[in-house]
């Protein structure tokens, strides 16, 4: 992860964008070690994480996860926000 905490460190993005792939069987995009606790808590950002489109695939998880926005949601068949969001 070394290269991805430099860029972090060195860009200072105010967004970033979370991807598809599964991370030690958790999407991304929901993956609580990536997103809370290495990107925010240890590496200290700030800024916000969105979806690729069509890369969120749950509601509660991911927002506990620390995702913040999906982005480009209109394009997916079921957004997973909204409705199922409040349900929640």
């Known amino acids: 992860l070394l ?16 991807s ?3 991370v030690n069987g958790d999407y991304a995009c929901e993956n609580d070690y990536l997103l809370n606790k ?6 200290g950002y700030r800024g916000w994480v969105m979806t690729d489109w069509g890369g969120a695939h749950s509601t509660v998880k991911a927002a506990l996860a620390g995702l913040d926005q999906d982005s480009a949601h209109t394009f997916d068949r079921a957004s997973p926000y909204g409705n199922p969001f409040q349900a929640g």
């Not at 290495?38 to 590496?43: A, G, H, Q, V």
């Open 3 to 18: 290269a991805f905490q430099l860029a972090i460190e060195r860009g200072d993005p105010g967004s970033i964008m979370c």
């Open 20 to 22: 598809y792939n599964r």
């Open 38 to 43: 290495t990107l925010k808590r240890d590496w």
